[in-house]
């Protein structure tokens, strides 16, 4: 077995992972440590090392709230270690790989974890990625700076720059990483034209970024796995409009409310201070990515509108209870409040919509019920269908899973523990189906990495359900309960008008008046 490797800083050494065919190289680094002057800078490449370097556990954690406190669902299911190790020497990746002479040429799998922008880690222990790995891949998990080690911006930082990177930290780390992995994963038996970015939640919402990014080596992604981190949005507003004006003022105003007087003392404040700072006034502060003019410089939505993305196959979904089933954007606690948001997003439509969600019976609950789509999500489905209508592979998925233990349900992000096949680590009191249906996932999502393709054989080399591809005449997910099975076309006929409304004013027939 593979067990040590080169690297462009050094040799380093893994261990047999609970698969000794399987080996793991943990804490490997792909950059200097973010602390000192290089707090808020992008990353730096690391001061190379003589001899071996041990890669036997996680390397440090970025900066964030202690884990394993509170009764939160994360807390309960994943985010348990309360000495977990964190510091700004964090941007190090991990490594399964099933390579016996590092000359294989594996397909490569690269996951963002999800948090908010705010945590996550490597080493959360659903995220293992050795089940993976057994499939015939190179598994790589990548930790990034986040909260406000990840995305502060300030007037000073920005005139410091000059025409270098002054936020969005995070996404750098992310694209640093992935550079590193096209230098070097060959040397761990991976195919460094063969990669596919996928994450979750946080996570999606990094890889749409990745894709749109003026700033993206198209050489380094090739596939993109999207799970419950939105799509193409359509009459709200995204999680890319945030300007760096935006997060500009928020940073002078965070430094002012700590008594910090420059961007020199910050920087000089230690990391569990300043962290302790931002999770102590969380909610009156907002530190997230933004469009910073260079590595995002529009809303994604635009990007994937106006053709401005890296065209690759995709796969998207959620799990059934991220949110509410999406209602094509249409907000109002009260009857004319539902009316005055239909009016504003469908103007052309909005007769039309009026009645088919049955305005007339002025009865909120039922013009909401009118709206809902049993299928994925409205931005998802967008998405999905915007890259369908480019000619390239595009599947959608719908996780509702049983989740045993609670009533918890399919909640965001628990399709985490099936599709890295990790159940055995998990708290549930889960059975022979929940492994059967974590198995038939984690082939899935192997066999989307390999060839772009998520169909093929289970285990006992009997075909798995037919995944098919969504297109504008098939807009159907692929429902992972424990029968596996195509939605079947049992959308409102409200969510259809106003899903088809979307795409023509987004890209289809953007420029005319009327739909």
């Given at each position: 077995?593979?067990?040590?490797?080169?690297?462009?800083?050094?040799?380093?050494?893994?261990?047999?992972?609970?698969?000794?065919?399987?080996?793991?190289?943990?804490?490997?680094?792909?950059?200097?440590?973010?602390?000192?002057?290089?707090?808020?800078?992008?990353?730096?490449?690391?001061?190379?090392?003589?001899?071996?370097?041990?890669?036997?556990?996680?390397?440090?954690?970025?900066?964030?709230?202690?884990?394993?406190?509170?009764?939160?669902v994360n807390a309960q299911e994943w985010h348990v270690d309360q000495d977990l190790p964190m510091s700004e020497d964090c941007l190090n990746l991990n490594i399964w790989t099933p390579a016996m002479t590092?000359?294989?040429?594996?397909?490569?799998?690269?996951?963002?974890?999800?948090?908010?922008?705010?945590?996550?880690?490597?080493?959360?222990m659903e995220l293992d990625g050795e089940r993976l790995a057994r499939r015939g891949l190179v598994v790589v998990t990548v930790n990034y700076r986040v909260n406000i080690f990840g995305y502060f911006a300030h007037p000073e930082l920005t005139a410091e720059c000059g025409e270098d990177y002054c936020t969005n930290f995070g996404y750098l780390d992310q694209q640093a990483a992935l550079a590193w992995v096209h230098r070097n994963i060959a040397n761990f038996g991976g195919d460094p034209d063969n990669v596919t970015l996928f994450g979750q939640s946080a996570g999606a919402g990094s890889t749409i970024a990745q894709l749109v990014s003026p700033t993206t080596d198209p050489k380094t992604i090739h596939r993109a796995i999207i799970q419950s981190g939105g799509g193409m949005s359509y009459g709200v507003k995204s999680r890319f409009?945030?300007?760096?004006?935006?997060?500009?003022?928020?940073?002078?105003?965070?430094?002012?409310?700590?008594?910090?007087?420059?961007?020199?003392?910050?920087?000089?404040?230690d990391a569990e201070t300043l962290r302790d700072l931002v999770f102590a006034n969380l909610n009156d502060f907002r530190f997230a990515p933004c469009?910073?003019?260079?590595?995002?410089?529009?809303?994604?939505?635009?990007?994937?509108?106006?053709?401005?993305?890296?065209?690759?196959?995709?796969?998207?979904?959620?799990?059934?209870?991220?949110?509410?089933?999406?209602?094509?954007?249409?907000?109002?606690?009260?009857?004319?409040?539902?009316?005055?948001?239909?009016?504003?997003?469908?103007p052309e439509i909005a007769e039309k919509l009026l009645e088919l969600v049955d305005y007339d019976?002025?009865?909120?609950?039922?013009?909401?019920?009118?709206?809902?789509?049993q299928a994925a999500f409205f931005a998802p489905q967008l998405l999905a269908l915007r890259v369908a209508d480019d000619g390239l592979a595009s599947y959608v998925y719908l996780f509702d899973g049983d989740m045993p233990g609670d009533n918890q349900g399919a909640f965001h992000s628990s399709e985490l523990w099936f599709m890295f096949e990790t159940l055995a680590k998990c708290w549930r009191p889960f059975v022979g189906k929940h492994y059967d249906l974590a198995r038939k996932m984690c082939n899935y999502w192997a066999n989307f990495a390999k060839t772009g393709d998520p169909n093929g054989l289970d285990i006992d080399g009997t075909p798995m359900p037919v995944w098919e591809k969504y297109t504008d005449s098939n807009r159907r997910a692929m429902e992972f309960r424990f029968e596996l099975e195509m939605t079947?076309?049992?959308?409102?006929?409200?969510?259809?008008a106003m899903?088809?409304?979307?795409?023509?004013?987004?890209?289809?027939?953007?420029?005319?008046?009327?739909?």
């Open positions: 077995m593979l067990r040590v490797a080169n690297t462009e800083y050094g040799k380093v050494k893994g261990a047999p992972a609970a698969d000794p065919r399987i080996t793991a190289f943990l804490g490997v680094p792909y950059a200097a440590a973010a602390s000192g002057a290089l707090r808020w800078r992008a990353p730096q490449p690391h001061a190379p090392w003589d001899g071996v370097r041990e890669c036997y556990v996680y390397g440090d954690s970025p900066m964030q709230r202690k884990p394993g406190v509170g009764a939160n590092g000359d294989e040429k594996f397909p490569v799998m690269v996951y963002l974890y999800g948090g908010a922008s705010l945590w996550g880690y490597t080493a959360q409009q945030y300007t760096l004006k935006d997060a500009e003022a928020e940073g002078v105003r965070f430094l002012e409310h700590i008594g910090c007087k420059s961007l020199a003392e910050a920087r000089a404040m469009i910073d003019g260079k590595f995002l410089v529009e809303d994604a939505t635009v990007s994937f509108a106006e053709n401005r993305w890296l065209r690759v196959p995709i796969m998207i979904g959620n799990t059934s209870k991220d949110t509410d089933f999406g209602s094509g954007y249409i907000t109002g606690r009260t009857p004319d409040e539902f009316k005055a948001s239909i009016e504003k997003n469908y019976s002025y009865d909120i609950d039922e013009m909401r019920k009118n709206c809902k789509a079947k076309k049992d959308e409102t006929l409200a969510f259809t899903f088809n409304y979307a795409a023509d004013k987004l890209w289809r027939n953007k420029d005319e008046k009327n739909c």
